[in-house]
Nanobody, 127 residues
């Protein structure tokens, strides 16, 4: 079983940066695509970014393209989300997740494909 734990959330002013980390334990996630999702109050969970198990391919939601960067360090069993130029509308709980399949070459963006989830990290951007 895989356990994911996010860290690095917090309060930041608009235009600032935060780096979220997602540490996996239980077993390696190096063969799984990893994704980040956000959920704002009263809204459904939505896709933010994901990358393949190899790290060679990435995909971003239009709303974060050019501002957020997803990466992973398979040696540390950890994924990251670097968030720059933050906006108040980025305020949400951010979740990391591991796709249930292994060695996928394509990136899936629907939450239902991701079997393992962290507990979430609150990101609040003040104006």
């Amino acid at each position: 079983q895989v356990q994911l734990v996010e860290s690095g959330g917090g309060l930041v002013q608009a235009g600032g940066s935060l780096r979220l980390s997602c540490a996996a334990s239980g077993r390696t996630v190096s063969s799984h695509n990893m994704g980040w999702f956000l959920q704002a109050p009263g809204k459904e969970r939505e896709f933010v970014a994901a990358l393949t198990w190899s790290g060679r391919s990435t995909y971003y939601a239009d709303s974060v393209k050019g501002r957020f960067t997803i990466s992973r360090d398979n040696a540390k069993n950890t994924a990251y989300l670097q968030m720059n130029s933050l906006k108040p509308e980025d305020t949400a709980v951010y979740y990391c997740a591991a796709d249930g399949a292994q060695y996928l070459r394509t990136i899936r963006t629907l939450p239902r494909w991701y079997d393992y989830w962290g507990q979430g990290a609150q990101v609040t951007v003040s104006s």
